[in-house]
């Protein structure tokens, strides 16, 4: 069992003098296994938060437990928690296996030979037998990303933090690592929890993922509920990619009004909509319809600006006026061809618009 609890944790720094709130009151529990995403753009306090966790940072408020017990105070030797930095953190001068059982022959009293045939079977499991007599030097990036990750599983910890462990490798390594980690975590079931500023990574690695902004966390969700049920403006436009398109309205006699276009709402609609006077609508590129003739209210005259294409899909970027720059992007078909400058009738169907409260941000429906 490892649960971890944050609740109400917080974190000021002095700035000279002046309060810096790194981390604002966060309350999340984290399951026993589970792999947990923290995400957000750079400066929100994902680090900070890891680094109280592991002990690393004193809590300015609230608590941090550990099946229960307060850990508040713990030094981090003492809180049976593995870390994974960016950097890897491994010793130049030791050899890999060296690097691996260290921690081991430090804080255990197992015998050399259990811990020999340790990391023995943990150099097999991530394929780094070969590299148990090198040097960190002598390693490539996702190689002594290996090794870091040997030398936490080793340790047979009851919490993994990662602080962007595959940030410092290339595209096609980290999206292979982030498969091979996920598939570890699962088999080895340690509570995990993953730092990130990468929204695939926390789209595609995390049971749940925790998202902030400013030291506030903004949703606690899966990928899907935060994708689908973004709880706020927030995590709207950061989860997905492209983004959500935004369009500020005027809630005026049943419709919605904006500089470019008007919406009329269903009854329905409005009813969540309720006394708010200005909302954001909200719509996925990917439901943005592209259609040959309009033919209803949430049909609109656009013209295409450019096309950028990915491969299996378009990303097109269109404007409402001949002229103007591009107001929004809609995904289509790969196979799709439209071209600059190209008149295109563009649907936002009811069904699929998020909106939210302007002034408050908060999600509508
Ligand atoms: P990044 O993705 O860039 O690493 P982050 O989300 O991990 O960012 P943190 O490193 O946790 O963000 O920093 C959160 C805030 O706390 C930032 O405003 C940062 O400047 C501030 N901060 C972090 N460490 C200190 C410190 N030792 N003293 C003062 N301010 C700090």
Same mark, same amino acid.
């Given at each position: 069992m490892a649960e971890l609890t944050l609740d109400n944790v917080t974190k000021v720094f002095d700035d000279n003098g002046s309060d810096i709130v790194a981390v604002d009151d966060v309350s999340i529990d984290i399951a026993d296994g589970e792999f947990l995403v923290l995400v957000g753009p750079s400066g929100c306090g994902k680090s900070t938060t890891l680094r109280m966790i592991a002990g690393l940072e004193t809590i300015s408020g609230g608590e941090i437990r550990l099946?229960?017990?307060?850990?508040?105070?713990?030094?981090?030797?003492?809180?049976?928690?593995?870390?994974?930095?960016?950097s890897y953190a491994l010793y130049p001068h030791m050899t890999v296996k060296q690097n691996m059982s260290f921690g081991l022959e430090e804080s255990t009293d197992m015998s050399d030979g259990e811990i020999s045939s340790l990391v023995t079977e943990t150099a097999e499991m991530l394929s780094i037998s070969p590299l148990l007599e090198r040097k960190p030097g002598e390693l490539s990036g996702g190689q002594q990303? =290996? $090794?870091? /990750? &040997?030398?936490?599983?080793?340790?047979?910890?009851?919490?993994?933090?990662?602080?962007?462990?595959?940030?410092?490798?290339?595209?096609?390594?980290?999206?292979?690592?982030r498969t091979e980690l996920q598939r570890l975590q699962e088999d080895?079931?340690?509570?995990?929890?993953?730092?990130?500023?990468?929204?695939?990574?926390?789209?595609?690695?995390?049971?749940?993922?925790?998202?902030?902004?400013?030291g506030v966390l903004q949703q606690v969700?899966?990928?899907?509920?935060?994708?689908?049920q973004p709880a706020n403006l927030f995590v709207a436009g950061f989860v997905g990619e492209p983004s959500m398109n935004f369009f500020e309205m005027e809630v005026r006699d049943g419709r919605l009004v904006g500089d470019q276009f008007?919406?009329?709402?269903?009854?329905?609609?409005?009813?969540?909509?309720?006394?708010?006077? =200005? $909302?954001? /609508? &909200?719509?996925?590129?990917?439901?943005v319809q592209l259609v040959d003739e309009g033919s209803?209210?949430?049909?609109?005259?656009?013209v295409v600006d450019v096309v950028e294409p990915m491969g299996n899909?378009?990303?097109v970027y269109l404007g409402f006026a001949t002229d103007g720059p591009a107001d929004f992007v809609a995904t289509i078909d790969g196979?799709?061809?439209?071209e600059a400058g190209q008149p295109v009738v563009a649907r936002i169907p009811e069904s699929a618009i998020h909106l939210f409260d302007t002034e408050t941000g908060a999600a509508l429906r």
């Amino acid at each position: 069992m490892a649960e971890l609890t944050l609740d109400n944790v917080t974190k000021v720094f002095d700035d000279n003098g002046s309060d810096i709130v790194a981390v604002d009151d966060v309350s999340i529990d984290i399951a026993d296994g589970e792999f947990l995403v923290l995400v957000g753009p750079s400066g929100c306090g994902k680090s900070t938060t890891l680094r109280m966790i592991a002990g690393l940072e004193t809590i300015s408020g609230g608590e941090i437990r550990l099946d229960g017990d307060v850990v508040n105070g713990k030094p981090p030797r003492d809180r049976d928690i593995a870390m994974v930095f960016q950097s890897y953190a491994l010793y130049p001068h030791m050899t890999v296996k060296q690097n691996m059982s260290f921690g081991l022959e430090e804080s255990t009293d197992m015998s050399d030979g259990e811990i020999s045939s340790l990391v023995t079977e943990t150099a097999e499991m991530l394929s780094i037998s070969p590299l148990l007599e090198r040097k960190p030097g002598e390693l490539s990036g996702g190689q002594q990303q =290996r $090794v870091a /990750l &040997g030398r936490a599983i080793v340790r047979d910890p009851k919490v993994f933090l990662m602080d962007e462990p595959l940030s410092n490798l290339d595209a096609k390594l980290r999206s292979q690592m982030r498969t091979e980690l996920q598939r570890l975590q699962e088999d080895l079931g340690v509570t995990t929890v993953y730092v990130t500023h990468d929204q695939t990574e926390a789209m595609t690695m995390g049971d749940r993922i925790a998202i902030l902004n400013d030291g506030v966390l903004q949703q606690v969700a899966t990928p899907l509920e935060a994708y689908h049920q973004p709880a706020n403006l927030f995590v709207a436009g950061f989860v997905g990619e492209p983004s959500m398109n935004f369009f500020e309205m005027e809630v005026r006699d049943g419709r919605l009004v904006g500089d470019q276009f008007d919406y009329p709402l269903s009854e329905e609609t409005l009813a969540a909509v309720g006394d708010a006077d =200005r $909302v954001t /609508l &909200g719509i996925r590129p990917e439901d943005v319809q592209l259609v040959d003739e309009g033919s209803g209210d949430h049909d609109f005259g656009t013209v295409v600006d450019v096309v950028e294409p990915m491969g299996n899909e378009n990303n097109v970027y269109l404007g409402f006026a001949t002229d103007g720059p591009a107001d929004f992007v809609a995904t289509i078909d790969g196979m799709r061809t439209l071209e600059a400058g190209q008149p295109v009738v563009a649907r936002i169907p009811e069904s699929a618009i998020h909106l939210f409260d302007t002034e408050t941000g908060a999600a509508l429906r």
